[in-house]
């Protein structure tokens, strides 16, 4: 290929002129003969020739801005503001070097790698970018159906029978002035004749119409994200879903409002669509300098880089040292693998909180939403299937047409979705996102749409307890109101009890106490500056790290992809097969299965890029097995603190089954007494087979509330029979 000649000093600074800034203007014929020398300099005349073979399975040709850049500043610059000519000049000489040919091809010039100095943010689009070339970076968050729209309207004369052409521009629809008679037509106005549209000789263009708006991760705290409309065509449509993170390469136009007749002054903007790019990088947009990075791996190499992340998140709620820690590990995840036969292994880390009021659980959601680089926030109680997952809607958007919508756990993809109380979701809105956080992806098929997309994020979620507050006489498993499909798929499950106790209750009045002091004496001081703040105060309060060196660190740290040593096998391995030996005698329980396993494989990957190390080493292993084991003693320990995952996994432990079992047969043999089985004799039965009294009667109990048995008379027992 020819090197490309250089006809000025190239760089990024030249192209990012204020508008004004062209030194050269091109006549149309110019600009031709500037694509052409370009296209033969850069060899994509053998593209072009490709192209033309393949017409119109391939209909356009992608053009790097940066050659463009190298070969000629100045005309680049031009491409910059004004677009417009230089594109339809391009489209032509690409049109002109094809060989002949019936019917004409019309190809496309897509424009791609604007530099990054030339991106802007929707919120700064302003009227000094209208008629522009941009590029946009954000994420997708409606798409309309495709559906075709008319470029070349052929009209028949109703008084001579010649059909004619228009060309439609814009979005209102233009019926010919006049019979044209340099289109061999009868040159009556339109007000002498009546034209009918000829739909089978017109020429279309598929079209489909997007809503793109601003990524999580690039807004201050509490910003609500702003959006833009951009209309995709041709070939361009029909290949972008919901959720999906694009840079998005166009024209800024406009649309004036208000009905015809009563045009109004304002205007709408939107994009007209050149090139679409997919950013499929993770933490991308996080911008980080060389700088960054020397910072990053200083604070790195200190010891217990980890206690002070931890220390780091919510430092003015206090406790919660373990929910910490997990969230901590949650925010670097661990590492998503692809298997050889295509299956995925997510790395997303999934964690629970579920806890009495007051606590600080919706605080620390809150808090994580503004740490983590991208984050999504919603609440259970006003969220829907749809409005989680993804939804088939008709609204204003797509003109009455259907429109395909993403939901919180799409758009939060390769980020992490934050779902306060969950459990006041509906059970058919929560089973909605089963798939979602397990195979990480959600399936739709409505109204002719049928779509799978991704939801590769981790969730963190919180509810309280079923009674409204810990019931010490119950399991914990009874209070939460969460099924056990549900909680199976957390990686994490942690319950905080608010119990009075007075070394703990005292150090907590502490901490809220001079943490209001804090805020006042903060509050004074912006006010009379002579005011000084206590500093030592200020330091229990101040993270270890501020929110915007974390984002930076988090977003580092993931690009790193740890292996683990044998060590750190070793070590999994060996909690594993330890507990699981505890089941393994003739009626004993599951303890943990390879969802556990797998969490312990995710937290330890997490713990060895929070320390920025290409190696998983057995401390991280261990603090791994020591986090999981905590919550599951908490969770599923039963009164011996035994390990029995069935307690999430069915919400039964294994003892409780085979209590149930005996106790049903019990039933079932004193059937035939009259009235009914007597209490006690089933209590001194059950206890014969090593069933204590209050379990008999607590099982009794529950199963009257849930219809499997009734008590004919006072004492007395009988099984309900199932047609």
Known sequence: MTPIPVRRPSGLADVARPPGGITTEYTHEELIAKWSEFFELIGDDAKIMELASLYPEKRSLAVRFEDVNRYDTDFALFLIQKPQNALVAGEEAVQRMMPSAEPKPSPHLRLLGIPTEERVTIRD??????????????????????????????????????VIKEEQDGENFREPLECYGDQGGCKRSASGTKFLIVGEESRYLDTQKLEMQEPPEGLGGGEEPQRLSAWAEDDLAGITNPGARVVLNGVLRISQRGKVGAKSTLFDIFLDINSIEYTEKEFEEVEITEEDITLIRAAA????????????????????????????????????????????????????????????????????????????????????AAGLTAAAVRDEFGEGRWTLEAGALVLADKGLALIDEIDKMSDEDRASIHTAMEQQQVSIAKAGITATLPTRCAVLAAANPKFGRFVMTKSVTEQINLAPTLLSRFDCIFTIHDEPDPISDNALADHILKGHLLGSQRLRHESDSSYEVDLSLEAVYRPEFTQDFLRKYVAYARRLYPIMTPDAMDVIKGKYLETRKTGGAEGGGVPITPRQLEAFIRLSEAGARA????????????????????????????????????????????????????????????????????????????????????????ILARWRQEGEVYSPATGKYKLISRL
């Open 611 to 698: 320390r920025l190390s290409p190696l998983v080493e057995a401390s991280d292993a261990k603090r791994a097995v020591s986090l999981v084991e905590y919550w599951l003693r908490r969770v599923t320990g039963g009164e011996a603190g035994v390990i029995d995952i069935d307690r999430v996994l069915t919400g039964i432990s294994t003892s409780q089954r085979g209590d149930m079992v005996i106790l049903r047969d019990i039933l079932a043999a004193l059937e035939g007494e009259p009235g009914g089985a007597e209490e006690e004799e089933v209590v001194r039965r059950a206890g014969e087979r090593g069933i204590s009294d209050t379990r008999v009667k607590a």
């Open 125 to 162: 689009l302003r009227a000094k970018h209208l008629g522009r070339f941009l590029s946009i970076p954000g994420l997708v968050r409606k798409a309309t159906e495709v559906r075709p729209k008319v470029v070349d309207a052929m009209f028949r004369c109703l008084r001579c029978g010649t």
């Open 301 to 384: 190499e200190q010891p217990e880089v980890l206690g002070r992340i931890q220390r780091s998140i919510a430092p003015s709620l206090g406790g919660l040292e373990r929910e910490k820690e997990a969230l901590a590990l949650q925010l670097f995840s661990g590492v998503p693998k692809k298997m050889p036969d295509g299956r995925r292994i997510r790395g997303d880390i999934h964690v629970l909180l579920v806890g009495d009021p007051g606590i600080g659980k919706s605080e620390l959601l809150m808090y994580m939403r503004h740490l983590a680089p991208r984050a999504v926030f919603a609440v259970g109680g006003s969220s829907s």
